[in-house]
């Protein structure tokens, strides 16, 4: 269809760019993109796992108990 679009006259072309713009935002409005330093605590986090280490119960409950509901 994109391909079939080239020979469309400008403004039925301008016409799709803007709904596909849409088409776009609203698919980009229900992903969530993390920042490079979210990727990081990430990465450190997994790697934490990965060697075996594990928050105690305790640790858990504080950490909950400190985040904003």
Not at 58 to 68: G, L, Q, S, V, Y
Request: charged residues 35%; hydrophobic residues 45%; negative net charge.
């Amino acid at each position: 269809m994109i391909k079939r679009a080239e020979s469309w006259p400008e403004a039925a072309r301008e016409e799709l760019a803007a709904v596909a713009r849409e088409i776009e935002s609203e698919l980009q409005a229900n992903r969530y993109h993390a920042s490079d330093e979210e990727l990081r605590i990430i990465d450190a986090a997994a790697a934490t796992l990965d060697a075996g280490e594990q928050a105690t119960d305790d640790e858990i409950r504080t950490a909950f108990a400190k985040a904003p509901c």
